[in-house]
């Protein structure tokens, strides 16, 4: 898990400041939902998983 979290980190370090409130508020959410619902945290790794390339182009 610990790799995981240092992927993350090296992803959002390369997010430009400009794009910075976007992903905040995105990540919020989701923290939101997963407090509603314990099965959207499985499905946001799925997501996250299939969805890398989008997140290394939004860092880009």
């Known amino acids: ?17 400009s ?4 992903l905040l ?3 919020e959410a989701m923290t939101k939902l997963t407090e509603i619902d ?3 945290s499985e499905h946001l ?3 996250m998983m299939e969805d890398d390339h989008l997140l290394k182009r939004l860092a880009q």
């Open 19 to 22: 794009q910075l409130d976007g």
């Open 25 to 27: 508020g995105y990540l």
């Open 1 to 17: 898990m610990e790799e995981v979290r240092l992927k993350i980190i090296e992803i959002v370090s390369q997010v430009p400041d």
């Open 38 to 40: 314990s099965n959207v």
């Open 45 to 47: 790794g799925n997501i």
